[in-house]
C-alpha cells in the first residue's frame, strides 16, 4: 500500500546489462509528485538505458534493482500489468521523435491510441487530443488530427509526442532528449509549451538532456551521470552554480566555484570509459585533474555532501569544496 510520505518513484541500485557488460549500475532516484529531474550526462553515460529501464522498455537488457512508482514495485508486475503501468500511470517521450511517430498513421489517430484501446470513444478521445494539442501550441488542432507526421515540422512532431504520452493523464513523464533535434527557437518553444502542461497537470518530469540552459529552466534538481553511473546529485541552481564533482565542473565548463553556466555541454579532454572497460577506483580517474592516488585504487559511492540532498560520489569533493586539496 502506499503511504503518504512515499514518493512517487523511488528507484534503488538499478542496473542495467547487455550481455556481460553492465552499463548502469546502481543507480538510485528518487521523485516526488509534480517534481522535476534533470538528468545529464556525455553521450553514452547510460541515460537513456536508465529511462528505459525504469519501464522495462527494453527487452534485451536485464535489468535489476527496485523500482517502485505510485507504492507499486514495476519489477514485480506482469508484462501486461506494465504495459498498462506505461501510458497509464507513466507517460514517456523517447529520445528519437521519429520512430516514435507512424509515417501511415494520422496525427489524431496516434494521440487517441492510449485512449481507443482503454474502449473511450472516438469522439471523446478527438476532444481530449483537441484540447491537448491547442494547450500544446498546435493551431488549428482539428484540423491537424488529419495530418500525416511527415506533414508537421520537427517541432510540431515533438509536441505530438508530448501529446501522445500525456492523453491518458500519467502522474510522471519520462521525456528523452524532447527538444535535442530541434533548432534553438523551436526548442524554446517546446519546452515552454511542456513546462505548462506539466504545471497545469502536477506532473512530475524526469528529463534527460544534453543542454543545461534546459536544466537551469526547467528542473529543481539535477543528476548528472557518468560511465553508467550517477556522480552527482543535488537542487539545480547549486549544483550548476557549484559543482562538487570534478566532472561536473567540467561538464558545464566551470571553475570550482565561479564561472558562469555554458549553455551546452563543451567537450571534455579524454574519452569516457567503456562499459566494457570500465577503470578500477575512480571511473572518472583516467580523466581528472585533480585526481589523487587513492582514485585510483578504492570507487567512491554517492555520499552526502550537504544538505538538500546534495550527493557526490568523489574522494576528496569536501576538500575541493573547503579549497584544501593539493
Ligand atoms: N541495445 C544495446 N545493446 C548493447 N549496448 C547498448 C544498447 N543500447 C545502448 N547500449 C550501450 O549502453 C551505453 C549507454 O547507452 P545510452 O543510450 O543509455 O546512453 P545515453 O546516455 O542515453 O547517450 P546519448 O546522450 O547519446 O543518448 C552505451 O555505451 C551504449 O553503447
Ligand atoms: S574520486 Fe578522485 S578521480 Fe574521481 S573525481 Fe574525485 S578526485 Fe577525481
Ligand atoms: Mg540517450
Not at 152 to 171: D, H, N, T, W, Y
Request: hydrophobic share 45%; glycine share 8%; aromatic share 4%.
Amino acid at each position: 500500500m502506499k503511504n503518504a510520505s512515499e514518493a512517487l518513484l523511488e528507484v534503488r541500485g538499478l542496473c542495467v546489462e547487455y550481455g556481460s557488460i553492465r552499463i548502469v549500475e546502481n543507480v538510485d532516484l528518487s521523485l516526488r509528485a509534480g517534481e522535476r529531474y534533470a538528468l545529464v550526462g556525455e553521450s553514452g553515460a547510460g541515460k537513456s538505458a536508465t529511462a528505459r529501464a525504469l519501464i522495462r522498455l527494453d527487452g534485451r537488457a536485464r535489468v535489476s534493482g527496485s523500482v517502485r512508482f505510485d507504492g507499486v514495485e514495476l519489477m514485480e508486475l506482469s508484462e501486461r500489468q506494465m504495459a498498462t503501468h506505461r501510458g497509464n500511470g507513466v507517460g514517456v517521450v523517447l529520445q528519437d521523435p521519429l520512430s516514435a511517430l507512424n509515417p501511415v498513421m494520422t496525427i489524431g489517430e496516434q494521440i487517441t491510441e492510449p485512449l481507443r484501446i482503454r474502449g473511450v470513444s472516438r469522439d471523446v478521445a478527438d476532444k481530449k487530443a483537441i484540447a491537448l494539442l491547442d494547450e500544446l501550441g498546435v493551431a488549428n488542432a482539428r484540423q491537424r488530427l488529419t495530418s500525416y507526421p511527415h506533414e508537421f515540422s520537427g517541432g510540431m512532431r515533438q509536441r505530438v509526442a508530448i501529446a501522445m504520452a500525456l492523453i491518458a493523464e500519467p502522474k510522471f513523464l519520462i521525456a528523452d532528449e524532447p527538444t535535442t533535434a530541434l533548432d534553438s527557437q523551436a526548442q524554446d518553444r517546446v519546452l515552454t509549451a511542456l513546462d505548462l502542461v506539466a504545471r497545469e497537470r502536477g506532473l512530475a518530469v524526469l528529463i534527460i538532456t544534453h543542454d543545461l540552459g534546459v536544466v537551469a529552466g526547467f528542473a529543481e534538481r539535477v543528476g548528472i551521470m557518468y560511465a553508467g553511473r550517477k556522480i552527482e546529485e543535488g537542487p539545480t541552481a547549486r549544483v550548476l552554480r557549484a559543482p562538487a564533482h570534478p566532472y561536473t565542473w567540467a561538464l558545464i565548463g566551470a571553475v570550482p566555484r565561479l564561472g558562469p553556466v555554458a549553455a551546452r555541454l563543451p567537450s571534455i579532454a579524454g574519452e569516457p570509459p567503456s562499459p566494457a572497460r570500465r577503470p578500477s577506483g575512480c571511473s572518472f580517474y583516467p580523466r581528472c585533474k585533480v585526481a589523487q592516488a587513492v582514485c585510483r585504487e578504492v570507487e567512491p559511492h554517492l555520499a552526502p555532501f550537504s544538505d538538500e540532498g546534495w550527493r557526490v560520489s568523489c574522494h576528496i569533493a569536501a576538500e575541493l569544496a573547503a579549497g584544501d586539496a593539493s
